[in-house]
């Protein structure tokens, strides 16, 4: 898999309640941007999804896929492309760490299109799609409180 991208932001929550959001993969049309639909297909015995599709459009993309996740309790959890249509390969992860302020949450994310993508415009599509995300669960997070 091709290098990660990596972004950082401290949401004012403690961890347990940032993964809480993470977890409600039903609620993310209503926070995650050209997010249309993401349906949970697997449970693993925590009651988290193991596997969930989802439906993006986000200009230019439009595309359908399904993740498979791993979960460690509200420190990270990781996720792969299990398939896609737009998308060859994608390996993500969020990484929670309580500080004073709250939680640094860590954004790693690597994606593979099926089309030839140079790999500078990769990695900003990559960096967008992180702050862009980042942004939208600090606000959903924070305004829970």
Do not use: C
Not at 27 to 40: D, L, S, T
Request: hydrophobic share 40%; proline share 5%; charged share 30%.
């Amino acid at each position: 898999m091709a290098e990660q991208t990596t972004s950082s932001i401290t949401i004012d929550a403690p961890p347990a309640r940032v993964m809480e959001v993470i977890a409600d993969f039903p609620a993310y049309p209503e926070w995650a941007q050209g997010m249309k639909k993401a349906e949970v297909l697997e449970e693993g015995p925590d009651g988290r999804a193991r596997k969930v599709h989802f439906e993006l459009e986000a200009a230019p993309i439009k595309d359908s896929y399904t993740l498979a996740y791993d979960w460690q309790g509200d420190s990270s959890v990781r996720w792969n492309l299990v398939e896609g249509k737009m998308l060859k390969a994608l390996e993500g992860a969020y990484e929670l760490r309580a500080n004073g302020a709250g939680t640094e949450v860590t954004y790693r994310l690597a994606v593979e299109l099926s089309i030839p993508m140079i790999g500078l415009l990769r990695r900003k599509a990559e960096k967008v799609i992180i702050d862009t995300a980042l942004k939208g669960l600090k606000k959903r997070v924070e305004s829970m409180g």
